[in-house]
């Protein structure tokens, strides 16, 4: 299982499918086709006769269920796009073998390393084998080692037939990371009951919580003036966008949250004497305080607008997504059975709030409860992104677990 991981996840990472934020389209680029028709053809391979990609490129296909027991359908997730952050296409990423605990050299020319005094995680991979980048790329766990851990469950249960499961249903989504991964989800036609993505990191990582999600574009106006006449003239609407910036609580920022906290985060600035305009985003766990935090800019453009004159700063501000856990506590067992399926392997499970968002969050106010489980990487967007080879295969054998309780309660 493992030599097949290795060959599936080099060969989607060698594909290009980086989403762009500034499309329109769906899927944001076209590139990400490549990789969901090598997804169907490799599915109809195995056997899924009806997998197929649609013209939003969301793939979907089933694993017929083997038994006549009355069994929840559940589906597996994850997505095909990597981060606009790098590019995303990696042909020669690093394999080390038997990893001795040291620094990974990433670029000589560059001088580039994976320091162990900077992700002291590496040292909990001593003897495995990793899979870096060379410094100038993402690697692509981020979600391609979800992608390869799915497929190569399917397999595994499509050569084993006496191992008993019910239907199963597959998707792999396009521009996820862009925050459109499911907008023209049919949640009805994939057919599942509960699912789960495979999008997280660590070994044991399981989530059920994540951030209510909020953008806002504070557009700022100012008044360009010659500046050698300039004098109680101009007004410098860069000027006003750091004091607006700098009215908001300095600690709630993400350099200063972990956990439950909740931040706001100043993702762009852009400006000119006239014209400036800063992008955030609104993250909190707890629903009031997110509310609040909208609040908070509200405010602050409010004060700013009495101050310099009404029109001088203009939000706008929408909500992204909510915190699933309010769709996932009521059925409640589909965590309990995951949580279960790793305790069982002799992986301890990791309960955390997802500091982001997943698909998953989205797809449970669509109406399909849908967790995240560890998919393996770490240090995902980055050209510092690493994954352990056998985190790979203990993500794979949670999901062939997960289907097999699901079997056995039923």
């Known amino acids: 299982m493992k030599q097949k991981l290795l060959e599936r996840f080099l060969k989607y990472i060698s594909i290009d499918t980086q989403s762009d934020a500034s499309s329109t389209t769906t899927p944001s680029t076209a590139k990400q086709f490549d990789l969901a028709n090598i997804l169907v053809q490799e599915l109809q391979e195995l056997g899924l006769t009806d997998a197929h990609v ?7 296909a089933t694993l017929p269920a083997n038994t006549d027991k009355d069994i929840p359908v559940i589906g597996f997730l994850a997505h095909v796009d990597t981060a606009p952050d790098l590019p995303g296409k990696l ?38 084998t990793l899979i870096t980048t060379q410094g100038n790329t993402l690697l692509g ?125 100043l993702i762009k600035f852009d400006g000119t004497v006239e014209e400036s305009t800063l992008q955030y985003i609104i993250r909190d766990h707890d629903k009031k305080k997110f ?28 909500d992204q997504y909510y915190n699933m856990r309010e769709k996932v506590e009521p059925v409640y067992h589909i965590v309990e059975i995951a949580e279960q399926a790793m305790k069982d392997l002799g992986i301890k499970p990791t309960i955390k709030p997802i500091r982001g968002g997943t698909d998953g969050s989205r797809l449970s106010y669509m109406g399909l409860p849908c967790p995240n489980i560890f ?34 309660k039923a």
């Open 54 to 60: 649609d013209d939003k490129c969301y793939v979907m």
């Open 91 to 128: 042909d020669n990423p690093q394999i080390i073998e038997k990893y001795d605990g040291k620094d990974v050299l990433l670029n000589a020319e560059k001088n580039l390393y994976l320091k162990v005094k900077d992700f002291p995680e590496l040292e909990k991979y001593v003897g495995q």
């Open 141 to 265: 766990a981020d979600d391609k080692a979800g992608i390869a851990e799915i497929m190569t469950a399917i397999e595994y249960l499509v050569k084993n037939p006496e191992i008993k499961h019910g239907t199963i249903k597959i998707a792999f989504t396009p521009d996820e990371e862009i925050g459109r991964g499911v907008d023209h989800f049919n949640v009805e036609k994939f057919g599942a009951q509960y699912a789960y993505t495979l999008d997280g990191d660590a070994v044991g990582v399981l989530e059920y919580e994540n951030f209510n999600a909020a953008f806002a574009k504070v557009k700022v106006q100012g008044r360009n003036v010659h500046p050698g006449y300039a004098k109680y003239k101009m007004i410098n609407s860069m000027i006003l966008g750091s004091e607006f910036n700098d009215m908001l609580p300095v600690f709630e920022r993400p350099e200063f949250t972990e956990h439950y906290e909740g931040f706001f985060h």
């Open 291 to 318: 509310e609040r935090r909208k609040e908070q800019i509200q405010e602050v453009a409010d004060f700013i607008n009495k101050k310099y004159g009404q029109g001088t700063i203009t939000i706008e501000m929408r």
């Open 375 to 408: 998919a393996g990487g770490h240090n995902f967007h980055g050209k510092y992104e690493f994954l352990p080879l056998e985190s790979m295969e203990k993500a794979t054998a949670v999901i062939l677990k997960i289907i097999n309780l699901y079997y056995e």
